[in-house]
C-alpha cells in the first residue's frame, strides 16, 4: 500500500491550494484519513480527519479555512485549504488506516510521502 500526496506548492498569502493523497496498492477497505502537517524542528500536528461515513474532525484553529474531503470510490483524501497565511507553512502528510484483506490481521496505519506547503509573499 502507498500513499501518494500531491497539490503543494508555493502560493501568496491568502490565496488557496487544493491536497490530493491517493492510495493504491492492495486495498479491501479504508477508515480514518486525514491530513498533518509539520514544520522544521516541531511536532506533527493533526490537521483534519474523514472517517469512511464523511464524519470529520479538525484541528480547532483550521477548522474555518481548510476543508477535508474523501471519494471514496477513488481512495482519494483531499484538503482544501482557503485564505493561506505564512504560518501555514509547512509538509503535508496523509494517513490512513487501510485494511488490506477481508478477514485479515486489521487495520495498518499508513503515512505518504509528504508534499510542501509555503505560503509567502
Known amino acids: 500500500v502507498q500513499l501518494q500526496a500531491s497539490g503543494g506548492g508555493l502560493v501568496q498569502p491568502g490565496g488557496s491550494l487544493r491536497l490530493s493523497c491517493l492510495a493504491s496498492g492492495t486495498i479491501f477497505s479504508i477508515d480514518d484519513m486525514g491530513w498533518y502537517r509539520q514544520d522544521p524542528g516541531d511536532q506533527r500536528e493533526l490537521v483534519a480527519v474523514v472517517s469512511s461515513g464523511g464524519t470529520t474532525k479538525y484541528a480547532d484553529s483550521l477548522k474555518d479555512r481548510f476543508t477535508i474531503s474523501r471519494d471514496n470510490a477513488k481512495n482519494t483524501v483531499y484538503l482544501q485549504m482557503n485564505s493561506l497565511k505564512p504560518e501555514d507553512t509547512a509538509v503535508y502528510y496523509c494517513?490512513?488506516?487501510?485494511?488490506?484483506?477481508?478477514?485479515?490481521?486489521?487495520?495498518?496505519?499508513?503515512w505518504g510521502q509528504g508534499t510542501e506547503v509555503t505560503v509567502s509573499s
Open positions: 494517513n490512513a488506516d487501510i485494511r488490506s484483506f477481508a478477514g485479515g490481521p486489521g487495520l495498518v496505519n499508513y
